[in-house]
């Protein structure tokens, strides 16, 4: 079966965001005043699998062994049947 | 004493890394990403570049090339590698030492000449240098910002090799802007020893950094 796979990457709690720091910093320039600023990274594809714990299972040896570095990174996995 | 420099699609510090082994006694060699065996070598080069553009992480996907079996082979056969900027990022990536190197700090690519301070001698690279040695090379990089969450570990095995003297310019963690693993023979640096191994670039300071390998 087809699913639809969405991974979420967040820096981890506590960790330098510079990207971030910068776009709230530049939004300030343009005068707006925002707070908290946080970016996520959000990797999409479809993969072929029996049900979608074995496509859930998949997509975390994907996090682990190349999408994320665990160091820095916490992820979260979607899993939907394709096209939905 | 043959080395071998790594290239990835990409990686662009190659040659310059060639010239300075040369000059340093070597016999250096070019490997391509995909050659599975290095036993014919005695030390590995990581050069620096952008290997396949950056993306997703510095170093992330040459993390996971065939070659990258080839170094750890090299590692457990005891010979010394050396991974420069984005070869450091890379050896940060398969976990060869501990820790990354992420974005900078004010988020911008940052190229100067910085001053560094030799934290240890027992690495193979930088053992024709004094402890505490401070030696000028230039960095070139956007995600140079080392953080490990082991900091105690990296106090306790000695495994902090080159710190900045004075400016921090990217933000790293305790300055830090070079570490090697336990046994002290892998050895992920930022700044680029090899623009920095002839007088006339500016310094020769980066030059020990490849004799080290040649006479080891």
Request: glycine share 8%; hydrophobic share 40%; aromatic share 8%.
């Amino acid at each position: 079966m087809k699913y639809d796979a969405q991974v979420e990457i967040n820096l981890k709690k506590g960790m330098l965001n510079p990207e971030a720091s910068t776009i709230q910093r530049a939004l300030a320039l343009l005068n707006y005043q925002v707070e908290d600023t946080s970016t996520i990274e959000i990797i999409k594809f479809t993969l072929e699998a029996e049900d979608s714990d074995v496509a859930h299972d998949e997509v975390v040896e994907m996090c682990e062994r190349l999408l994320c570095n665990p160091v820095i990174h916490d992820y979260q996995i979607q899993i939907n049947p394709a096209g939905d | 004493m043959k080395v071998g420099i790594i290239r990835f699609p990409g990686s662009n510090c190659d040659r310059d890394v060639f010239h300075a082994l040369e000059l340093a006694g070597g016999q250096p060699d070019y490997v391509w990403w995909n050659q599975r065996d290095l036993s014919q070598f005695d030390a590995i080069v990581i050069p620096g570049g952008f290997s396949y553009g950056d993306y997703l992480r510095a170093g992330s996907i040459a993390a996971i090339t065939p070659v990258i079996e080839g170094i750890k082979d090299i590692v457990k056969d005891e010979k010394p590698v050396l991974g420069i900027c984005n070869g450091a990022q890379i050896l940060a990536e398969v976990g060869l030492v501990p820790g990354v190197f992420t974005l900078n700090e004010k988020a911008q690519f940052i190229c100067e000449w910085v001053e560094l301070e030799v934290k240890t001698t027992r690495t193979p690279f930088t053992r024709m240098y004094h402890k505490k040695e401070v030696i000028k090379m230039p960095i070139a990089h956007a995600e140079g910002r080392y953080y490990t969450e082991y900091i105690d570990q990296l106090h306790d095995q000695d495994q902090i090799v080159l710190a900045f003297e004075g400016e921090n310019p990217n933000g790293s963690m305790e300055a830090i802007t070079g570490v090697c693993d336990q046994e002290g023979l892998v050895c992920a640096i930022m700044p680029h020893p090899e623009r920095a191994s002839e007088y006339i670039l500016g310094s020769d300071d980066g030059l020990k950094f490849f004799k080290g390998i040649i006479n080891y």
